[in-house]
């Protein structure tokens, strides 16, 4: 069942010094609980179309829609995780979902809703700091409450804006493994922005990758789950995918720097 509908979406920012188009005539459906991660060089207007979805920036053209609704604005049933955590610094990691998930209507008394933010903390491996601040949590850990929130929050749709850039190695396939994962027991519909080739292969259902303003590829990743970055590597499959999407942002930069010589 399609959830997520894109028409000739266009985005255009005007402001004192002219406009600027990130992205143009797009078109693109993502069924209900697919993962699907949208790649591509910097500047190919990923976030901007995530911010669309998330009803942060109105379209210039074109239109999105949710569950068959046009996207007017902010909803309930989107969840937002960014490469920086945003959790309160005043509050407990516990708090922080709760919070979240008064915001989003959450229907029940505060002890239901304490008890909803301890099990999310517990299925994120975060049991043992429900009572601890984001300044006492590494940055991993922080990013595993944001993780909690958007679950304990109910949104059907969690849009990830390269959440783990900013996170190491160890934890970030941690957190990989974990945002796989849950998605799937809770039926997710994810839409998940990275520039990272491995990670989008590890992660995604299908593949979008995004250059020149618009749509160059959309691409199914054929792996079943759960899926393991050690066992992939060796794979024929995974090697032919990985140089394919390598070969995509070789062609963009090939031609940019050919305009430029053109220039």
């Known amino acids: 069942m399609e959830k997520i509908k894109l028409e000739n979406l266009t985005l255009t920012y005007k402001d004192a010094n002219g406009s600027y188009t990130p992205f143009e005539n797009i ?13 591509g060089p910097s500047g190919c207007g990923k976030s901007s179309l995530l911010s669309v979805i998330e009803g942060l920036n109105k379209e210039s053209g074109g239109a999105a829609y949710i569950d068959g609704k046009k996207i007017e604005g902010p909803g309930i049933d989107r969840g937002v995780v960014f490469q920086h955590y945003s959790l309160f610094p005043w509050m407990n990691a516990t708090k922080n979902i709760v919070f979240a998930m008064k915001q989003s209507k ?5 002890k239901e809703l304490l008890k909803i933010a301890e099990k999310y903390l517990e299925k994120v491996g975060l049991g043992d ?3 601890k601040f984001p300044a006492q949590l590494s940055g991993g850990m922080q990013q ?3 993780i909690a929130r958007v679950m304990a929050s109910n949104a059907s749709i969690f849009l990830m804006d390269e959440p783990f850039g900013a996170i190491d190695p160890k934890n970030r396939k941690e957190l990989q493994e974990l945002i796989s994962k849950l998605s799937k027991e809770e039926k997710k519909t994810v839409v998940f922005v990275t520039h990272d080739i491995e990670e989008a292969i590890l992660l995604a259902d299908r593949i979008i990758f995004m250059s020149d303003k618009t749509i ?14 050690e066992a992939l590597i060796g794979d024929k499959k995974y090697l032919s995918l990985h140089n394919e999407l390598m070969k995509l942002f ?9 305009d430029e010589v053109t220039i």
Not at 106 to 110: A, D, E, H, P, V
Request: proline content about 2%; hydrophobic content about 35%.
């Open 144 to 146: 595993r409450v944001a």
């Open 106 to 110: 959450c229907k029940g008394t505060r």
């Open 129 to 131: 700091a429900k009572d």
């Open 27 to 39: 078109n693109l459906s993502i069924n209900e609980s697919e993962f699907v991660c949208i790649i």
């Open 216 to 229: 160059k590829a959309d691409i199914k990743v054929d792996f079943h789950y759960p899926r393991k970055k």
């Open 250 to 258: 070789y062609e963009n930069i090939a031609q940019k720097i050919g």
